[in-house]
């Protein structure tokens, strides 16, 4: 196994990137980041702890879900999930964290890199309710590298050919894969009633 353990022995093999490569990547949002994020209901947020032990989380509203403050600032409004809390975790321990943001039918993606931190600011987070309740935290992200990316990992993937969505019933339901992998006995319509069930009454 041939394992590379240097940046020049990849350069040796990559080259060097284009000039517009680099040149693309703003300090701050701008008019086409802005109007990107603002159409965006999907981003995949990385994070890691203080060992570098990484965690990529989903993240996920009608468009325009991250509300953008200012030219560097953004904020994630946390809404109901496992209660596990890894990101906001990970970020009171590290707080550099990287955001992609998805535009359904678009190719190409938005990638912004910053600072994050909590907050429980009312002021702040009233704004983001949504059918009357309010996030119990926010995560601002302040901005220091923002380009977009081209869109050829989603051209490979074609994932916005809905001829290429898979079938429901391809794969078993949320509630029935966890009770398998924790040796849980549950009845199959129990389990898929209980994850139904948890998607229309908590997503907010």
């Known amino acids: ?23 693309k990547q703003l300090p701050r949002l701008e008019k086409h980041s802005r109007a990107f994020i603002a159409m965006s ?10 060992e570098g032990r990484c965690d ?26 496992n209660n596990r809390v890894d990101s906001i975790g990970n970020i009171l321990q590290h707080p550099r964290v990287g955001l992609i943001f998805f535009v359904p039918g678009i190719r190409e993606t ?6 994050a931190q909590i907050t429980v600011d009312p002021a702040l987070l009233e704004p983001t309710a949504v059918n009357g309740k309010m996030p119990r935290s926010g995560i601002l ?7 977009f990316h081209c869109g050829k990992a989603l051209i490979r993937s074609d994932l916005w050919n809905p001829e290429k969505h898979v079938a429901r019933g391809a ?34």
């Open 56 to 81: 990529a989380s989903p993240k996920g509203d009608a468009p325009g879900f991250v509300h953008v403050l200012d030219d560097e600032t953004l904020l994630i409004p946390d809404r109901l999930g």
């Open 41 to 50: 209901p999907f981003i995949v947020m990385a994070t890691c702890d203080a």
């Open 171 to 204: 794969f078993p339901s949320l509630g029935i894969v966890i009770a398998e992998q924790i040796g849980q006995v549950v009845e199959p319509k129990e389990a898929e009633r209980a994850t139904e069930e948890s998607y229309a009454a908590r997503l907010y």
């Open 1 to 23: 196994m041939s394992i590379i353990e240097d940046i020049g022995e990849i350069r040796e093999i990559y080259g060097q990137p284009m000039e517009r490569t680099i040149k």
């Open 110 to 115: 938005l990638r912004v890199n910053g600072r």
């Open 141 to 147: 992200v302040s901005a220091d590298e923002v380009y």
